[in-house]
Antibody, heavy 127, light 107 residues
Framework: EVQLVESGGGLVQPGRSLRLSCTASGFTFGDYAVSWFRQAPGKGLEWVSFIRSKAHGATTEYAASVNGRFTISRDDSKSTAYLQMNSLKTEDTAVYYCSREGTTIFGVIIHHAFDIWGQGTMVTVSS | DIQMTQSPSSVSASVGDSVTITCRAS??????LGWYQQKPGKAPKLLIYGASNLQSGVPSRFSGSGSGTDFTLTISSLQPEDFATYYC?????????FGGGTKVEIK
C-alpha cells in the first residue's frame, strides 16, 4: 500500500525546537518531491515547505512565515523526509501533513499537486 | 503571492443536487490549479489537477474547468460521502496557496 506516515509531533514551549518525520512505503520515495502543509485548529490549509527529488537537485522552498526557522530535508535511503522546526511560535500550532507530489497513471509528474498524504501529526506550541 | 478566493464559503445542498464552487486567482495561473476534498479529522484528498483532469479513482461526478484566473469545481448529483470541505490550490508558483475553503453541508 502506498502511504506516508508522519511522526514527531507534540507539545513544545515557544522558542523550542521539534523535528517531524514523514516515512514513505509502497513506492520509490526518492523519485518524488515532497511537501509539508499545516492546518491550524478550525482553519484552512497552508503550504509550509517543499523539497524536490535528488534528480532535480533536492532544492527547497519555504513559506515566508517559516523561512529561516524551518528546514526541510530528505534521506532517500530511509524513505523519509524531515521538517526541522526551530524557534517555534504559538502561531505554528497546527496539524502538520506531509504529501507527495503526484503523478498520473502514466507516471508523469503532476506539477505541484499532491496525491498521497499522511494522516497528520499535531504540533502544539504553548507555555 | 497569488491570492486564491473561493466562493461560496459554505453551501447547503441535498443528495442528488448539483453544486458549483468557484475559485479566483489574483493573477493568471494558466491551468495550474488543483481541487481537494477534506473531511473532518482527515487529510486532504486530491480530486482534480491541471484545472480539469480527474485524479485516478475519483468519481466522474466531480469535474473542473477554467483557466487563467477563474475556475470551477462542479459536483453533479451529490452523494452522502461528498459532504465535506473543498479547497482550491494554485500550483503555478511558490508560495503555493489555497483558497479559504467551501463547506458543503447537508440541507
Amino acid at each position: 500500500e502506498v502511504q506516508l506516515v508522519e511522526s514527531g509531533g507534540g507539545l513544545v514551549q515557544p522558542g523550542r525546537s521539534l523535528r517531524l518525520s514523514c516515512t514513505a512505503s509502497g513506492f520509490t520515495f526518492g523519485d518524488y518531491a515532497v511537501s509539508w502543509f499545516r492546518q491550524a485548529p478550525g482553519k484552512g490549509l497552508e503550504w509550509v515547505s517543499f523539497i524536490r527529488s535528488k534528480a532535480h537537485g533536492a532544492t527547497t522552498e519555504y513559506a515566508a512565515s517559516v523561512n529561516g526557522r524551518f528546514t526541510i530535508s530528505r534521506d532517500d535511503s530511509k524513505s523519509t523526509a524531515y521538517l526541522q522546526m526551530n524557534s517555534l511560535k504559538t502561531e505554528d500550532t497546527a496539524v502538520y501533513y506531509c504529501s507527495r507530489e503526484g503523478t498520473t497513471i502514466f507516471g508523469v509528474i503532476i506539477h505541484h499537486a499532491f496525491d498521497i498524504w499522511g494522516q497528520g501529526t499535531m504540533v502544539t506550541v504553548s507555555s | 503571492d497569488i491570492q486564491m478566493t473561493q466562493s461560496p464559503s459554505s453551501v447547503s445542498a441535498s443528495v442528488g443536487d448539483s453544486v458549483t464552487i468557484t475559485c479566483r486567482a489574483s493573477q493568471g495561473i494558466s491551468s495550474w490549479l488543483g481541487w481537494y476534498q477534506q473531511k473532518p479529522g482527515k487529510a486532504p484528498k486530491l480530486l482534480i489537477y491541471g484545472a480539469s483532469n480527474l485524479q485516478s479513482g475519483v468519481p466522474s461526478r466531480f469535474s473542473g474547468s477554467g483557466s487563467g484566473t477563474d475556475f470551477t469545481l462542479t459536483i453533479s448529483s451529490l452523494q452522502p460521502e461528498d459532504f465535506a470541505t473543498y479547497y482550491c490550490q494554485q500550483a503555478n508558483n511558490f508560495p503555493l496557496t489555497f483558497g479559504g475553503g467551501t463547506k458543503v453541508e447537508i440541507k
